[in-house]
């Protein structure tokens, strides 16, 4: 006859299921640990990405609180970049005696958000900002500045003509 010894089957089963959870236990552990990695540094680039996308001009116009600005009003980051990008061009054009054009010194400055913003005195394409000035960005008409003394003109292309 055929016997078994089933304490020592038992004591075995009870082993390897203790051994068992604790691997899972350790597996889960590990899994959770790294997701919460991932997530971390997800979170890390998109914050870095974000801000690399913010053009240093828009940075320059709201200075210490750009953090700020950009989590309440994304959308209007969007609309500034547009028009960094795509509405506002410099163009050389001679300067004459007659001329219309509004120029750039009788603009007030944008230095709501920061107050250390400063005229610029002389025109320089690599640093010149136009969203330092409260120059008429949303009109439904094309705008167009002078910038003192130089033969450079601002021109303002509205929304609707420009899509």
């Known amino acids: 006859m055929l016997t078994f010894d089933y304490s020592i089957n038992v004591k075995n089963v009870l082993n390897s299921l203790t ?19 991932i997530l971390f540094l997800c979170f890390v680039s998109i914050n870095d990405a974000t801000a690399q996308q913010i053009s240093p001009k828009i940075q320059e116009i709201y200075g210490g609180k750009m953090q700020e600005f950009a989590q309440n009003d994304p959308e209007h980051l969007v609309r500034l970049k547009d028009l960094i990008d795509n ?26 958000y920061n107050p250390d913003l400063k005229r610029d005195l002389t025109y320089d394409p690599i640093t010149f900002n136009p969203l ?15 910038i003192d003394n130089t033969d450079y003109l601002i021109v303002i292309t509205p929304q609707s003509l420009n899509k």
Do not use: D
């Not at 051994?19 to 990695?37: A, E, G, S």
């Open 132 to 146: 330092k000035y409260n120059l008429n960005f949303f009109s439904t008409k094309p705008e167009v500045y002078r």
């Open 19 to 37: 051994f068992n959870n604790y691997n899972y236990l350790f597996f889960m552990k590990t899994t959770i640990r790294t997701i919460i990695t």
């Open 87 to 112: 509405r506002i061009k410099i163009i050389e054009s001679a300067a004459f005696a007659e001329e219309k054009y509004v120029k750039l010194s009788t603009i007030e400055l944008l230095n709501k």
